[in-house]
């Protein structure tokens, strides 16, 4: 199978910065798309970014020009570059990785343990 493991969440100020990393291991034959999702209480999850094999990537609205998604598919790693943070981005943003575990197989979506963000003053 596939494990997920993130890193970087944390408590920041308003128009702060932070940086999520997900390392992605295990019985990887090939990775897909990754990408980040966040929940907020009370509120249904949602997309954050995706980054494509290839490179394209899509953004939230509320995200654009404030977060940026990257991938170094050596190490099978997803990145979220946070900046300019709101009160607002306060939620558990989660890894989401589609990859297939042998050449024979569709992909599947594989999610990591979500890491707390939290924008306060």
């Known amino acids: 199978q596939v494990q997920l493991v993130e890193s970087g969440g944390g408590l920041v100020q308003p128009g702060g910065s932070l940086r999520l990393s997900c390392a992605a291991s295990?019985?990887?034959?090939?990775?897909?798309?990754m990408g980040w999702y966040r929940q907020a209480p009370g509120k249904q999850r949602e997309l954050v970014a995706t980054?494509?094999?290839?490179?394209?990537?899509d953004y939230a609205d509320s995200v654009k020009r404030r977060f940026t998604i990257s991938r170094d598919n050596a190490e099978n790693t997803v990145y979220l570059q946070m900046n300019s943070l709101k009160p607002e981005d306060t939620a558990v943003y989660y890894c989401?990785?589609?990859?297939?575990?042998?050449?024979?197989?569709?992909?599947?979506?594989?999610w990591g343990q979500g890491t707390q963000v939290t924008v306060s003053s």
């Open positions: 980054v494509r094999a290839g490179g394209s990537t």
């Open positions: 295990g019985s990887i034959f090939r990775v897909n798309a």
């Open positions: 989401n990785v589609e990859a297939q575990v042998s050449p024979w197989e569709t992909g599947r979506n594989f």
